[in-house]
């Protein structure tokens, strides 16, 4: 049964490379069936139109390709596919890297709006504490439980859209379409691994339709997939040290970059619908999905390490003095006073033996961790979606929606083989510090009406209402990894060293509710002439209302050519969670491993360094482009200008006085007196992105065989018009400036053949600014920033229809193995070693682990 439009917006996309371009048939007017089935569910709320006329920039993912693409991660898919769309690896970026943070035209991760067919998607309860500088504290959905298997179409919107679907929608709109066939289905085993020899990935996916009723279906897709860690390190320089000096206590590698072990990753996606008769359905659709995740953290020196090694230099004679505690509770000044570390291995001593190592009454963890340690983070995440409604027609003129949803995310950390330093020799070395839930629910009421006033079609006027309610609860961790232990007074940090686990004192759930009214507006004003408005108020019961407006136009100049453009306003609201969350994180400060305690910026402390009660981002868009079809060629170029202001982000670290922790320690937050710095979530810079998109198709038959190509552009800048320095920092401004190459481009060839299938894509990433951890040359050193170079990788699949049923295919991604920019460790610093670790830049557009290949095999029935 196929209803008419009744859902928030109805416009053609166009694929890119995987089939050509349809368009309506000029004699009827129609729209023909196989381009209906093409129809994205975003952009406008008109009745389903051809490429050719769509207003909004949309890009439309079909199943053929994303199976062509080679990943099982929808992120790096979507990276793939869309040029403006940029994925980062995040080593050793805590939460960041349970739950990757992405980035359309250049903004944060929850500037763009998720939808699933059409509806709003749930947040992840992960805030990106370490994002990179562009996603800096941002919260977005977790876009990665998505498997391509349960998948119709994934539609990209490039265009702002917060007066038609609310808050996040400032960079745009991505709309995953779920798979609805009523029979058949496929099963798919993939393995793949790195040509490092790491990285093993295992998947099992599988689709399958089935009826619900005669007149209904149940749809169901699951995705099953392990993949091991990579390492691109080497060791670092103070860890050779160690070595050197004699400690074989020490690990060959102590500190690791690369990709996160992931295991059990398990998801499942239902679709179901139901023909209720009289134009009328019931639908209903939703996930559960989990994994386990555990990544690398930074090496912990058995001389330098504050809280667990080390006091500094505590007798100011130059000299780091090792932590000892009297674990008779006398405290420092005894026989366990400090020992001044003045080799390169404190172990060999003769102090440290005398006073430490054969004295009973005396503890250092060099006794029981001589060679220092680096703790893994991880944690195990759980997400889950459900929504239900009915939708049909009162009559031929008049539709309605009416649904509800509720989605829910738990991300619940653990922290491997740490230490509570202030628990001394009992500490354990695992710890569970805490979770966080993300729990938002949904009603949505959409009405269409077509009403007949003269014009070239009949006037479409489309209203509706939205309520939101949404809550972020943080749970207290286990009573190990926050107590403050027996030798916290004898200098030792509290908590599991890390990242110490939430107190009872600071959990709590936080939640607010907004509703909504829009007011669409189409019209056809001639046979050439389309106009679109759309204003829609909200009010939010944590900050107050806010309305917005966009105006859409297309023009057809001829049958073959057509301009379009859009000028809206939008907003971002910032989340319950960057309004609320207090936590402590560890970073690198001038080379240094400090703690750092993020404040709700409403915090005495977070007030009295500049912060202020979060307002919503406000943004203005403008976009024109054109489109051009020719023949078996399509053309479409859009410009954007993109203007947003009081953008909420995570502030520089900021240095804490000792007046300051006074008033942390009275508001309950742990580990103070190890804590050096602190930041809050502001309002406090402004920005202008711009850029175009060129998307290019062309289909002929070609080498005795179907082919298709496709071309796609994007040039992408981002500027920082205003900001506080003291606040948001010259660093963090050249890295949202200049972090992301300014140019990128896929170029695809997909060919077919009877027996064989094969699909080739190029991708061309710009320069980059190049940056790794706080390095020497980075944008906190205005001047000295580095270019990374462009670089071209190929990704290539080649299938084999062994039989009608079955496929089998071998690729590879990045096939020649290109590594991004080397850290040129000697140039930046006179010395061949790494002090990090790490071989490549963080900031690489393409990653650093090189080329993976795999073999699949996939059976339709």
């Known amino acids: 049964m196929k209803f008419r439009t009744t859902t928030l917006a109805l416009a053609v996309g166009v694929a890119l490379g995987t089939a050509p371009s349809y368009a309506a048939d000029s004699n009827s007017g129609q729209v023909k069936e196989e381009a209906v089935e093409r129809i994205a569910v975003v952009g406008s709320r008109g009745a389903p139109r051809s490429v050719d006329d769509s207003p909004v920039p949309i890009d439309l993912i079909g199943a053929e390709e994303l199976e062509k693409s080679g990943n099982t991660d929808m992120l790096e898919l979507l990276k793939g596919t869309v040029p403006s769309f940029n994925v980062h690896t995040n080593p050793i970026s805590d939460a960041a890297s349970l739950v990757?943070?992405?980035?359309?035209?250049?903004?944060?991760?929850?500037?763009?709006?998720?939808?699933?067919?059409?509806?709003?998607?749930?947040?992840?309860?992960?805030?990106?504490?370490?994002?990179?500088?562009?996603?800096?504290?941002?919260?977005?959905?977790?876009?990665?439980?998505?498997?391509?298997?349960?998948l119709k179409q994934v539609e990209v919107l490039r265009d702002g859209a917060a007066a038609q679907y609310g808050s996040d929608a400032i960079a745009g709109v991505m709309n995953f379409v779920l798979k609805d066939d009523a029979e058949g289905g496929s099963f798919t085993v993939r393995h793949g691994s790195y040509y490092e020899g790491d990285g093993d990935t295992?998947?099992?996916?599988?689709?399958?339709?089935?009826?619900?009723?005669?007149?209904?279906?149940?749809?169901?897709?699951?995705?099953?997939?392990?993949?091991?860690?990579?390492?691109?390190?080497?060791?670092?320089?103070?860890?050779?040290?160690?070595?050197?000096?004699?400690?074989?206590?020490?690990?060959?590698?102590?500190?690791?970059?690369?990709s996160p072990e992931i295991n059990d990753d398990i998801t499942i996606f239902g679709n179901f619908g139901l023909d209720l008769g009289n134009d009328r359905e019931a639908y209903m659709f939703g996930n559960f999905s989990e994994r386990d995740v555990r990544g690398g953290f930074y090496y912990r020196n058995p001389h330098t390490r504050g809280g667990v090694y080390s006091n500094g230099d505590t007798d100011d004679d130059g000299v780091s003095n090792l932590l000892i505690?009297?674990?008779?509770?006398?405290?420092?000044?005894?026989?366990?006073?400090?020992?001044?570390?003045?080799?390169?291995?404190?172990?060999?001593?003769?102090?440290?033996?005398?006073?430490?190592?054969?004295?009973?009454?005396?503890?250092?963890?060099?006794?029981?961790?001589?060679?220092?340690?680096?703790?893994?983070?991880?944690?195990?995440?759980?997400?889950?979606?459900?929504t239900m409604g009915t939708r049909g027609q009162i009559d031929d003129t008049f539709s309605y929606d009416v649904s509800g949803s509720v989605g829910r995310n738990e991300s619940s950390y653990i922290i491997f083989d740490t230490v509570n330093g202030s628990l001394g020799p009992d500490t354990p070395r695992d710890f569970a510090p805490g979770k966080h839930i993300q729990l938002e629910k949904f009603f949505n009421i959409d009405l269409v009406k077509e009403i007949e006033v003269g014009l070239e079609a009949p006037l479409v006027i489309a209203g509706g209402y939205e309520y939101h309610s949404e809550s972020f609860e943080v749970i207290a961790g286990e009573e190990a990894s926050f107590i403050a232990g027996p030798y916290t007074d004898q200098g030792f940090g509290i908590g599991s060293n890390g990242f110490p686990g939430f107190k009872p004192s600071a959990a709590g759930k936080f939640s607010r509710q907004n509703y909504a009214f829009y007011v669409d507006v189409e019209a056809q004003f001639t046979e050439d002439f389309l106009m679109g408005y759309a204003i829609r108020y909200e009010d939010y019961s944590s900050f107050g209302d806010t309305t917005n407006f966009k105006v859409t136009a297309q023009y057809d100049v001829t049958d073959d050519f057509s301009l379009r453009g859009s000028v809206s306003t939008g907003f971002r609201a910032p989340t319950v969670g960057q309004a609320n969350y207090a936590n402590v994180q560890t970073n690198l400060d001038g080379g240094v491993l400090v703690d750092s305690a993020l404040l709700p910026p409403t915090n005495a402390v977070a007030v009295q360094l500049g912060a202020n009660e979060l307002t919503p981002e406000e943004s203005e868009s403008m976009a024109f482009g054109a489109v051009w079809s020719l023949d078996d060629f399509h053309f479409t170029l859009d410009y954007y200008h993109i203007e947003v202001t009081d953008r909420v982000s995570q502030s520089a670290k900021l240095d804490l006085s000792a007046e300051d922790k006074a008033i942390l320690k009275a508001d309950g937050v742990p580990n103070v007196d190890s804590i050096q710095q602190v930041s809050f979530f502001t309002n406090d810079f402004d920005t202008t992105t711009e850029g175009f998109d060129f998307v290019?198709?062309?289909?002929?038959?070609?080498?005795?065989?179907?082919?298709?190509?496709?071309?796609?552009?994007?040039?992408?800048?981002?500027?920082?018009?205003?900001?506080?320095?003291?606040?948001?920092?010259?660093?963090?401004?050249?890295?949202?400036?200049?972090?992301?190459?300014?140019?990128?481009?896929?170029?695809?060839?997909?060919?077919?053949?009877?027996?064989?299938?094969?699909?080739?894509?190029?991708?061309?990433?710009?320069?980059?600014?190049?940056?790794?951890?706080?390095?020497?040359?980075?944008?906190?050193?205005?001047?000295?920033?580095?270019?990374?170079?462009?670089?071209?990788?190929?990704?290539?699949?080649?299938?084999?229809?062994?039989?009608?049923?079955?496929?089998?295919?071998?690729?590879?991604?990045?096939?020649?193995?290109?590594?991004?920019?080397?850290?040129?460790?000697?140039?930046?610093?006179?010395?061949?070693?790494?002090r990090w670790g790490g071989q490549y830049y963080e900031t690489s557009p393409f990653g650093f682990n090189g080329g993976f290949y795999y073999l699949k095999a996939t059976y339709s029935f």
């Open 100 to 150: 990757k943070p992405a980035n359309l035209r250049g903004l944060s991760s929850d500037s763009t709006l998720i939808l699933v067919n059409g509806k709003r998607r749930h947040r992840a309860s992960v805030i990106a504490l370490l994002g990179g500088g562009i996603n800096d504290g941002a919260q977005g959905p977790d876009i990665s439980v998505i498997p391509s298997s349960a």
């Open 202 to 258: 295992t998947e099992f996916s599988g689709n399958i339709g089935m009826p619900l009723t005669p007149d209904g279906f149940a749809n169901i897709s699951f995705q099953y997939k392990n993949s091991d860690a990579t390492s691109r390190s080497q060791q670092r320089s103070d860890a050779q040290g160690l070595i050197d000096g004699g400690n074989t206590a020490v690990s060959p590698l102590t500190q690791v970059w690369g």
């Open 325 to 386: 505690a009297d674990l008779d509770g006398i405290g420092v000044g005894g026989e366990c006073s400090p020992v001044n570390i003045t080799t390169g291995n404190v172990l060999t001593q003769d102090d440290y033996i005398n006073n430490v190592a054969n004295n009973d009454n005396c503890f250092a963890f060099n006794e029981i961790l001589p060679g220092g340690f680096t703790p893994n983070f991880g944690g195990n995440i759980v997400d889950t979606g459900l």
């Open 696 to 834: 290019a198709n062309y289909s002929t038959a070609l080498l005795s065989g179907d082919t298709t190509f496709s071309l796609a552009y994007n040039y992408n800048k981002t500027t920082v018009d205003d900001y506080t320095p003291e606040i948001t920092g010259v660093g963090k401004v050249s890295r949202l400036e200049n972090d992301l190459p300014n140019h990128r481009g896929t170029f695809t060839w997909a060919q077919n053949w009877d027996d064989f299938s094969m699909f080739t894509r190029v991708n061309y990433y710009g320069e980059y600014q190049g940056v790794h951890v706080d390095w020497i040359g980075t944008p906190d050193e205005p001047g000295t920033e580095i270019n990374a170079d462009a670089e071209v990788t190929v990704d290539i699949e080649v299938t084999y229809h062994a039989m009608e049923d079955l496929k089998i295919s071998v690729g590879a991604q990045n096939i020649f193995d290109e590594y991004p920019s080397r850290l040129d460790f000697k140039e930046q610093t006179g010395s061949d070693n790494n």
